[in-house]
Each structure stands twice: as C-alpha cells, then as structure tokens.
C-alpha cells in the first residue's frame, strides 16, 4: 500500500504575526502545483486563524499545536476542538515531547485529547519518543510502546487508520543530531508492529508514521527514503521558505 507523505512544520512559540503571514505566503507560492505529497504548517494557536485565511485555497493544510479535550466551559486559557476548526485548522499535533517534558502532559492526556480531535473529524499527530538516557538503556522500543498504547487506548480501528504518528527521539529535537535513517527505519518499523498488534495488518499499513528531530534540506532525503518513513515534522528548519521547501521536494 501507498502511503501519502505528510510533511508537516511546527514553527512552536516562534515568529510574529507579520512574519507568519510572509512566511505563509511564501510557501503558499513556492509549493504550488506540488501534489503528491501533503503540507502542513502548525503556527501558534493565535495565528492559526490568520494563517489559514493566508493559505486558504492552497495545497498547505494548517494544524495546531496542542488542544483542549473539553467541548466548552470554564476552563480559562484553552482552546476546543470545535474552535480550532471553526478557524480553518486540520491537524493537531498531540504529546509533542515540549509538552510531555516542560509541561508534564502524560499520555492519559493526549489520549483525551486524541479522542477529542478524531471525533471533531481533525487529524491527530501523535507525537512519541525516547529520551537519550532510555536509548542508553536499551528501553526505546519499551517507551516508544508504553506512550503508544497510553495515547491511542480506546481509539477504533477505523479511526486509528486516520491518525498519524511523529517518531521524534528527544535527544533529536532542535539538537542538530539527527537519527540515522537506519535508527528512524528501525523504531518506526517497531511502531507499525505494534499497531498491527493492537489492531490489525490493513490498520497498520495505513497509519502514516513521521519521523521528527533535526530534519532539514540536507538529510532529508535519506529518512523519507525508508519504507516506514511517511513524512516529516519540521521543527527549526520550517520557519524559512527555503529549507522547508527542500523537505517538501526530497519527499
Ligand atoms: C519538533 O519540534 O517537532 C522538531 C522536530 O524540531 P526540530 O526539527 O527543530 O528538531
């Protein structure tokens, strides 16, 4: 089966709304006509809106970053589900390791949330990885299979196959030390047997499975060269319209 790849940026706490929209715009130029891959970007929830409006009609999807699991309420500070795709949003990246690290979100949590986004009809990305040390220690694929079962408990097969999951070794994020294609083959092989496990053969050929973590124009080609490799998630080098557009190409 053919996957469709998912390149996808995360510009996380960065740029102004100014800056976003020039570079939303360029993207929207520079990757027009390119269809046999699926762009996405994922700006700050407060230009979400403003950078859907910009990519609008275009071959760029736009995600956010994180989400709240409730509909509505007093839940002061959050955004719903409902909101995110009221405004143009996709996508939602889920478990990203800033957010499991730095704020503590178990996988409990992105579970909720999972559930939350699929039932709203958005697109989950699932984010999963291993800390050095748990590489040190031999425990990647043990991680890896705890923060799977946890995030994705309870999800149907039907709507498993609509996920997409980031392998994204922590000790690769914004590092500069990118996995070697074999290490990126080797996990996200090991993730698409335990989809099949818990699921099975035809949910696991579906699901996409992004690898994350110092991925640029340069190595690029390499990753999304192995067969379990189904896109990318861009930190750092899709902020600027070249680079990322280099990812975009070599898929
Ligand atoms: C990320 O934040 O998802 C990421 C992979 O960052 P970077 O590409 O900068 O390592």
Redesign the pocket.
């Known amino acids: 089966m053919t996957r469709r790849l998912l390149i996808a940026g995360?510009w996380?706490m960065n740029l102004s709304l100014a800056a976003s929209l020039e570079l939303a715009e360029g993207l929207k130029k520079a990757a027009a006509g390119i269809n046999n891959v699926d762009i996405a970007v994922c700006p700050p929830s407060v230009y979400v809106q403003p950078v859907a409006a910009a990519l609008k009609g275009s071959n760029i999807g736009v995600g956010a970053q994180n989400v709240y699991f409730e509909k509505e309420g007093a839940f002061t500070g959050e955004i719903s589900v409902g909101m995110l795709k009221d405004v143009g949003c996709q996508y939602v990246?889920l478990g990203?390791?800033?957010r499991r690290h730095i704020l503590g979100e178990s996988s409990e949590i992105v579970n909720v949330k999972t559930h939350a986004v699929l039932a709203a009809g958005l697109i989950p990305i699932v984010?999963v990885g291993e800390l050095l040390k748990e590489r040190e220690a031999g425990t990647t694929e043990l991680v890896i299979r705890k923060q799977f079962d946890g995030s994705f408990s309870g999800v149907a097969a039907d709507d498993m196959k609509k996920c997409v999951i980031?392998y994204?070794p922590v000790w690769?994020?914004?590092?500069?030390k990118?996995a070697t294609p074999e290490q990126a083959e080797e996990v996200h092989a090991a993730i698409r047997k335990m989809i099949e496990k818990n699921y099975n053969k035809e949910v696991a050929e579906s699901v996409r499975i992004q690898y994350?973590?110092?991925?640029?124009d340069k190595n690029a080609k390499e990753i999304l060269a192995k067969p379990n490799v189904d896109g990318?998630?861009?930190?750092?080098?899709?902020l600027k319209v070249d680079p990322f557009l280099g990812i975009i190409k070599s898929a």
């Open positions: 995360n996380k990246i990203h390791s800033e984010c980031a994204e690769a994020i914004g590092t500069g990118v994350g973590g110092s991925v640029n990318a998630l861009v930190g750092g080098a899709s």
